[in-house]
């Protein structure tokens, strides 16, 4: 389905508002589950599991959320998540998740999962997989979320532990929609993947990958062409290139942009900085999302409302931006329209 253009909704050039904003009907498509552990629930799972963390206040665990750059990000982070043991434990974190995304206004979720972050310490793949899904059935039911799950290799591992992951995986097909890569991009070319990306893609998986976020404009053509990829998560150094953003907007391409981590990641230096809004008016299917948003400050929301108070952001844009979500999702056609179609009604409610 083609983008759409909001640009006759009333009051299309007012910045958009809070309220507004918490009002459209829309779908995350780049979060990691592991990166939306929240300190309280770390703490709780820890004194649950009998371990002994390295800070001794929440106040302690918000201080080292400060990062130079991705690595410093991914140091912590693969610590935190070691307190994630039992499937009550995946469970927990994944409903913490889905309540806040329906207290701002997402109706379908398709999050990210590292079965290896979990495995390498010899969690069982399905304690992993059963907790999540667990969690995503009850959200549908009881909270209206759709949801979509995406399993992620780790690119700084070899390819053969992501043949294996994927091997672990095979029981449990049935409950993701596609596999991703993401962890330390630079130094890790999307070419180091390529086999395994296509025995995923041989067993019917959509794919997606980490591409052009600290990695050059190349990962992304990268991604494209050698991991046949149906979206590509972050892609913003596509500024590198007009001819890729060319391409982008005429393939259209979906980028899985998450705002506030290029921020807290040091890809930017200020929001105001942030080229999500220049790739949206040249046709690329921008999404927004919150990618880590325990350790980068903010959900879904947030990212919007930083979109409206550093870059000027107007209602049709995040109209625009919201509806790209849902297009870009993988979620049938149909399901798609209906979506659209609530999208719409909201629209001429405001």
């Not at 097909?173 to 893609?201: Q, R, T, W, Y």
């Not at 794919?207 to 913003?236: C, F, K, N, W």
């Not at 998450?258 to 930017?268: F, I, T």
């Amino acid at each position: 389905m083609p983008a759409l253009d909001f640009s006759d909704i009333k009051h299309a050039n007012h910045v958009a508002d809070e309220d507004f904003l918490r009002a459209l009907p829309k779908a995350e498509l780049h979060l990691h589950l592991e990166g939306s552990l929240e300190p309280e629930l770390m703490f709780e799972l820890a004194k649950r599991n009998n371990i002994t963390l390295p800070f001794q206040t929440i106040e302690e665990v918000k201080a080292a959320y400060n990062f130079s750059n991705l690595q410093t990000f991914l140091d912590i982070y693969y610590q935190c998540a070691d307190v994630l043991r039992t499937e009550q434990d995946f469970y927990d974190l994944t409903w913490a998740y889905l309540e806040t995304s329906h207290e701002e206004g997402v109706i379908h979720v398709e999050p990210f999962f590292d079965p290896q972050t979990h495995t390498d310490r010899g969690i069982d793949i399905g304690v992993v997989f059963n907790g999540i899904t667990r969690a995503l059935k009850d959200g549908d039911e009881k909270l209206g979320i759709s949801y979509g799950l995406i399993l992620c290799f780790l690119r700084h591992l070899p390819e053969e532990a992501a043949f294996a992951t994927l091997e672990q995986a095979k029981p449990y097909l049935d409950h993701i929609v596609g596999v991703g890569l993401d962890s330390s991009e630079v130094g890790h070319p999307p070419e180091k993947f390529k086999n395994v990306f296509k025995a995923a893609l041989g067993l019917g998986l959509k794919t997606v990958a980490h591409a052009g976020e600290e990695g050059p404009a190349q990962y992304i053509i990268d991604a494209m062409d050698m991991l046949s990829v149906s979206r590509v998560d972050h892609g913003v150094r596509c500024t590198e290139s007009e001819a890729l953003i060319q391409r982008l907007a005429n393939e259209d391409m979906p980028l899985t942009v998450c705002p506030q981590s290029n921020v807290r990641l040091k890809v930017y230096e200020h929001m105001s900085e942030h080229p999500i809004l220049e790739l949206l008016e040249k046709g690329v299917m921008v999404t927004v999302n919150a990618d880590d948003p325990s350790f980068f400050g903010g959900y879904l929301l947030k990212n919007y409302t930083e979109l409206s108070e550093h870059l000027g952001m107007t209602r049709s844009q995040a109209a625009s931006l919201a509806a790209n979500s849902l297009l870009a999702s993988f979620i049938s056609d149909e399901t798609k329209q209906e979506y659209i179609e609530e999208l719409e009604d909201m629209l001429a409610k405001w």
